[in-house]
Structures are given as structure tokens and as C-alpha cells.
């Protein structure tokens, strides 16, 4: 059974930066690409960004590129992904998600596994 965990999410300001934290359990994560996706009331759920294996690859949301960015330790089975500049539109509840192969995809259908999510709430 495959477990994703994020943590780190919480109240911030306009402005603060924010780390979030994915671990993974329960599976080999090994040779798949990670991901962090986010949903805001009444919305569908976004891509965030994603980094392959190797970390030598990663792609962002337009949204979100230049402020967010995502890393991974493969020791340790966790994806992280830190936030800056944060602005009251990224408030939402952030997902960590995996694929079952290493290429890259901002599609959300195309990540088997998913966390439970964190909430990340940003005040103006």
C-alpha cells in the first residue's frame, strides 16, 4: 500500500515563504516522477509542479514558476516544495502526488498515487 504524507502547510502572510513536505511510504517511489498539485474552494485541482527521478527535470505551472520550487530526496523517499512570494491566491489545499513512470505531465489523470493534502491558507 502506498502512503504519500504532506506536512507543512499553515497560515502565512502576503509575502512569506513556506516549505511543504512529501513522504512516502509503504512502496518503491523509485524511477517516478513526484508532483504537487493544489485545489481551492470550488475549483478543480491544479498542477503545482513536478521533478523526475533524477531531479536533473522539473516543470512548473505558470502561476507558480519563479516563486515555487520543487525538490526531492530519493534517500529519504521525500518531495519538497518551497514556496516564496507567497500571494493570497495561492491559498489552497496542496496535494503531493506520483506517477508510475518517470516522464513529466502536468495532468492530474496521469498521477496514480495521492496524499491526503495540507492546507495552505495566505492572508492579504
Known amino acids: 500500500q502506498a502512503h504519500l504524507v504532506e506536512s507543512g502547510g499553515g497560515l502565512v502572510q502576503a509575502g512569506d515563504s513556506l516549505r511543504l513536505s512529501c513522504a512516502a511510504s509503504?512502496?518503491?517511489?523509485?524511477?517516478?516522477?513526484m508532483g504537487w498539485f493544489r485545489q481551492a474552494p470550488g475549483k478543480e485541482r491544479d498542477f503545482v509542479a513536478a521533478i523526475t527521478w533524477s531531479g536533473s527535470s522539473t516543470t512548473y505551472g505558470s502561476s507558480v514558476r519563479g516563486r515555487f520550487i520543487i525538490s526531492r530526496d530519493n534517500a529519504k523517499n521525500t518531495v519538497d516544495l518551497q514556496m516564496a512570494s507567497l500571494k493570497s491566491e495561492d491559498t489552497a489545499v496542496y496535494y503531493c502526488?506520483?506517477?508510475?513512470?518517470?516522464?513529466?505531465?502536468?495532468?492530474?489523470?496521469?498521477?496514480?498515487?495521492w496524499g491526503q493534502g495540507t492546507q495552505v491558507t495566505v492572508s492579504s
Open positions: 502526488a506520483a506517477r508510475t513512470t518517470d516522464a513529466l505531465t502536468p495532468n492530474r489523470f496521469g498521477y496514480a498515487y
Open positions: 509503504g512502496r518503491t517511489f523509485s524511477n517516478v516522477v
